[in-house]
T-cell receptor
Framework: DTGVSQDPRHKITKRGQNVTFRCDPISEHNRLYWYRQTLGQGPEFLTY????????KSRLLSDRFSAERPKGSFSTLEIQRTEQGDSAMYLC????????????FGQGTRLTVV | QQQVKQSPQSLIVQKGGISIINCAYENTAFDYFPWYQQFPGKGPALLIA?????SEKKEGRFTISFNKSAKQFSLHIMDSQPGDSATYFCAASSMDSSYKLIFGSGTRLLVRP
């Protein structure tokens, strides 16, 4: 499968714990985005990488959230001291730098904070 | 100014009918308008997209109509099928905002057999 891969698919954690999600974009896709989707809503932009550089962060991305994309390949999104309000689907998308073409989304990681 | 407004919130259509979903935007810098389809537990998948230099784009049973002056665009699904039952999102993006997608709130479509 050469699509965008996210791991894990589901994560249940206790409030206050740290969690980390991984995204493997389509090979050679320079752009990588993280979005958050709550039930019944459209995805909301969190952050954007062009290669290894994090070029934009939404104000939704509080200081408990951090994202990295070492070497411009896979990316990780870490949430520290999780809160119940962090429960959502976290989606990763990638597309090539060359043009504004289709953003390919992964299946997402469903986070439940209990 | 970044918002994309989508309606209706839900839609029920008989098999073979036409499904119409509408979106409106404010930011005139938007230059790419995709529609995504999402099934439960899955990520969004691109259905069809349009740029503001054309007023209509058709791909199979799916058509986007675009009205630049009104800052509105719509998705028409012809001959709707039960397999089309899903949530549909309109979105918009622009080069000067890193092409990040601004999504509408979604329309849950149910096509009755």
């Amino acid at each position: 499968d050469t699509g965008v891969s996210q791991d894990p698919r589901h994560k249940i954690t206790k409030r206050g714990q740290n969690v980390t999600f991984r995204c493997d974009p389509i090979s050679e896709h320079n752009r990588l985005y993280w979005y958050r989707q709550t039930l019944g809503q459209g995805p909301e932009f969190l952050t954007y990488f062009q290669n290894e550089a994090q070029l934009e962060k939404s104000r939704l991305l509080s200081d408990r959230f951090s994202a990295e994309r070492p070497k411009g390949s896979f990316s990780t999104l870490e949430i520290q001291r999780t809160e119940q309000g962090d429960s959502a689907m976290y989606l990763c998308a990638s597309n090539p730098l060359a043009s504004n073409t289709e953003a390919f989304f992964g299946q997402g990681t469903r986070l439940t904070v209990v | 100014q970044q918002q994309v407004k989508q309606s209706p919130q839900s839609l029920i259509v008989q098999k073979g009918g036409i499904s119409i979903i509408n979106c409106a935007y404010e930011n005139t810098a938007f230059d790419y308008f995709p529609w995504y389809q999402q099934f439960p537990g899955k990520g969004p998948a691109l259905l069809i997209a349009i740029r503001p230099d054309v007023s209509e784009k058709k791909e199979g049973r799916f058509t986007i109509s675009f009205n630049k002056s009104a800052k509105q665009f719509s998705l028409h699904i012809m001959d709707s099928q039960p397999g089309d039952s899903a949530t549909y999102f309109c979105a918009a993006s622009s080069m000067d905002s890193s092409y990040k997608l601004i999504f509408g709130s979604g329309t849950r479509l149910l096509v009755r057999p």
